[in-house]
């Protein structure tokens, strides 16, 4: 039976560890600030800006809820970024994606100051992780190779295989994979073969977004399977992009979903708020 990788658990203790942290920078006059903008009425984004609002009260750290309306207008949005990035109260700001089609993402995010992109989908952030010398890392990525290292296995000279390319999670992933000298393969809806990729895996991400979508016989005998996948079915039960019941006979550790790599996703946005906060307070 495969060791479950709790990441409700390891989240619960970064967020404690955090707490003592902000306590500790109140005191030397620092207090980290994070801004959470919502535009439009997408069910599962409500939820997870609530849950990083709470993430934010359980570490102590100020925030500031922008829930602006499907109509606004890429201007208006853009205005409300660029007051953030000058108002000294706020060390991260955060647009919740996707944002409506009539505003442009990519324009988005590009308007974010990059030492408060604590999402890290910044090009600049984005850069620097790719050459390794970075501030911010994205959170699920970052929230994934926390997970792998509770597994307790050594990243270094493993065979790393993801599935799925997106800017969000596959390849800041294998970024951070490839740092800690791993041998990574990304695999995307183009790739040919694909059992026979996975199934070489010493460690195993999935972000797919399409349920159940490895099996069991697509995993290695003892690997490391983080499910990142977060998949709604029609009976409104949440799963993964990884089929548990299969995949937990043959794996040496799994994250289950949900409370696997969800919860670590805010735990890491919350460190890198501290983090802003400290950086640009010497900057
Ligand atoms: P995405 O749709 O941007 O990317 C999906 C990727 O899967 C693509 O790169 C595509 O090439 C690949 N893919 C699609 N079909 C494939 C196939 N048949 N074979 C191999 N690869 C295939 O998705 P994303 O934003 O990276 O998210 C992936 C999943 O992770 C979703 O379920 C999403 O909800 C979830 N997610 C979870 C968290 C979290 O905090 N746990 C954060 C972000 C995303």
């Known amino acids: 039976m495969a060791k479950l990788l709790m990441g409700k658990e390891v989240?619960?203790?970064?967020?404690?560890?955090?707490?003592?942290?902000v306590e500790e920078l109140k005191k030397q006059g620092i207090n980290p600030g994070l801004a959470v903008i919502i535009v439009g009425e997408d069910p599962a984004s409500q939820v997870y800006v609530r849950n990083k609002e709470l993430a934010c009260e359980a570490c102590g750290i100020y925030s500031e809820k922008y829930a602006l309306p499907e109509e606004t207008t890429q201007e208006e949005l853009l205005k409300l970024i660029d007051t953030l990035?000058?108002?000294e109260s706020i060390s991260g700001i955060l647009v919740q994606l996707p944002v409506p089609k009539h505003i442009d993402e990519k324009t988005i995010i590009n308007a974010i100051d990059p030492k408060?992109?604590?999402?890290?989908?910044?090009?600049?952030?984005?850069?620097k992780i790719m050459v390794g010398n970075y501030d911010f890392v994205p959170c699920t990525p970052a929230g994934v190779m926390e997970l792998i290292k509770e597994s307790g296995i050594d990243v270094c000279g493993k065979e790393c295989v993801i599935v799925g390319r997106s800017n969000i999670v596959g390849k800041p992933q294998a970024m951070l994979l490839l740092h800690q000298n791993g041998t990574v393969t990304i695999c995307h809806s183009k790739t040919k073969?694909?059992?026979e990729k996975t199934k070489n895996a010493d460690i195993l991400v999935a972000a797919v977004g399409i349920p159940n979508f490895i099996t069991g016989d697509m995993i290695k005998e003892g690997a490391v399977v983080i499910d990142v996948g977060i998949n709604r079915l029609e009976n409104k039960k949440l799963c993964g992009d990884v089929e548990f019941e299969s995949a937990e006979k043959v794996a040496g550790a799994i994250t289950p979903v949900p409370g696997g790599v969800g919860p670590m996703t805010i735990a890491m946005l919350m460190k890198n708020t501290v983090k802003a906060a400290v950086v640009n307070q010497s900057k």
Not at 11 to 21: F, G, Q, T
Not at 116 to 127: C, Q, S
């Open 11 to 21: 989240s619960a203790r970064i967020k404690a560890e955090l707490k003592a942290e």
């Open 85 to 87: 990035n000058k108002k």
């Open 116 to 127: 408060k992109d604590v999402d890290a989908f910044h090009p600049v952030n984005v850069g």
């Open 193 to 195: 073969n694909l059992k």
